[in-house]
C-alpha cells in the first residue's frame, strides 16, 4: 500500500466536499469515499448497520467511531482504492482522526493532505433552501433546514477541532468554499499538485 495518495476533504455540511470528490476523482485515480454514502447504501441494503444507522443520521447524530474506522478500513483495501482515496465526511471528531491515523498506521500508509472546504453557516443554509427546492418530491430525508442546523452544530462543536489537529501536522489546507465551482476545483488541484 505504498504511494497511495490520501486526502481529506473537511467543512461543514453543504460545504461542497461531494462535488469536488466527484470532480477530482477521475483526474487523480483516486476514490470518492464519502461515508455518509456508504451508510445510506447500508441503509437501503437494510443491513444490521444500515438499520442501527438510519436512526442515528436523521437524528443529525454521528455513528460510533468503531464501525465508521471498521467499515473505512475494510473499504480501503478495494481494488479500486490501490492509487489512493479520498475521505469526504471523516474524520468528524479528534479521536476519529486519531483513531484513523492509528489504522492507516498499520497498514503503512499516511495522510497525504487535509483540505477544509470554507463556508458561513448563512451560506449553507442558502443553499440547502435552493437545492430543496430543485429537488422537489427528490429530497432526501435529512436535507432540511432543522436537520442541517443540528449538524452545523455538531461540526462546530466536535468537528471543527480536527483542524488545529491537522493544521499542527502541517496537512491543512485551506480553501474558500463560495468561490465559484471551477476556481474551487483549480485551487484544490493545485493543492494536490503540491502533495
Not at 127 to 139: D, F, H, L
Amino acid at each position: 500500500m505504498t504511494g497511495k495518495r490520501i486526502v481529506i476533504f473537511m467543512g461543514p455540511p453543504g460545504s461542497g466536499k461531494g462535488t469536488q470528490a466527484a470532480r477530482l476523482e477521475s483526474k487523480y485515480a483516486l476514490k470518492q469515499l464519502s461515508t455518509g454514502d456508504m451508510l445510506r447504501a447500508a441503509v437501503t441494503a437494510g443491513t444490521e448497520l444500515g438499520v442501527k444507522a438510519k436512526s442515528i443520521m436523521d437524528a443529525g447524530a454521528l455513528v460510533p467511531d468503531e464501525v465508521m474506522v471498521g467499515m473505512i478500513s475494510e473499504r480501503i483495501d478495494q481494488p479500486d482504492c490501490a492509487k489512493g482515496f479520498i475521505l469526504d465526511g471523516f474524520p468528524r471528531t479528534v479521536p476519529q482522526a486519531e483513531a484513523l491515523d492509528a489504522m492507516l498506521a498499520a497498514k503503512g500508509v499516511a495522510i497525504s493532505a487535509v483540505i477544509e472546504l470554507r463556508v458561513e453557516d448563512r451560506i449553507l443554509f442558502d443553499r440547502i433552501t435552493k437545492r430543496v427546492a430543485e429537488a422537489g418530491a427528490n429530497v432526501r430525508a435529512d436535507d432540511n433546514a432543522d436537520t442541517l442546523r443540528k449538524r452545523l452544530e455538531v461540526y462546530h462543536q466536535q468537528t471543527a477541532p480536527i483542524l488545529p489537529y491537522y493544521g499542527t501536522k502541517g496537512l491543512l489546507s485551506v480553501v474558500d468554499g463560495t468561490l465559484p465551482m471551477d476556481a474551487v476545483t483549480r485551487e484544490l488541484e493545485g493543492i494536490l499538485e503540491e502533495r
